[in-house]
Each structure stands twice: as C-alpha cells, then as structure tokens.
C-alpha cells in the first residue's frame, strides 16, 4: 500500500493565557465582618484611604447603576469621589480602585 499524504501542519499561534486570581482570604474575612457589623470598609488606594459601607448598608442607588464608574461614585459618595477625582486618575487606576472596593467589599 502506498503511504497516505497528509497536509502541513498549520502554524499554533501562541495562545494568551488568563490568570486567575485567587481570592483574598482575608479580605473576604474583613468584608464578613464589616457586613455583619456595619462597620465601614477602609480601603487604601495610591497612599489615600477611602472609607465605603458594608455592603447590606451600599445606598440603594448602586442597583440601578449603569457602569462601573456610577457605581463606585455612588458608594464612596461625593466628597470621597471629588477627593479621588482630584488626583487626576486614568482608566487604569480607576480599574485598579475599583477592584480594590470590590474585593474590599466581597464582590
């Protein structure tokens, strides 16, 4: 029997691998607590604190929100999203603030 011709071997393009990022442990304890306390969230952004509610106590507007950006407004409130405002941020650091809240936050 004649031996069987196969095609070339296609190039593999290089295939960009997501990290997963595994959750903060102690983060979500703190976020437990601030929860079932009430107690405000401190979370450290850029050599400032920022201090947001627990969760159960978000103002209720943060439901209806319609991007982030709306979102983190309404839990810092506006002299907290002022005071950040104020620093000039990017798309970057705001990405970075706002995974810091959700973290901080338990989300």
Known sequence: ??????????????????????????????A???EAT???IEVEHNGRTY?????????????????DFE????????EQWQEYRRTKPTIRDFRALNDKINAASGN
């Open 1 to 30: 029997m004649p031996a069987k011709k196969t095609a070339a071997a296609k190039p593999v393009e290089p295939v960009e691998v997501v990290e997963d990022l595994a959750p903060d442990a102690d983060a979500e304890l703190e």
């Open 32 to 34: 437990g607590q601030a």
């Open 38 to 40: 009430g107690e405000a």
């Open 51 to 67: 201090y947001v509610p627990s969760p159960m106590d978000f103002p209720v507007d943060v439901v209806f929100a319609e991007n």
């Open 71 to 78: 979102a983190i407004r309404i839990v810092l409130g506006e």
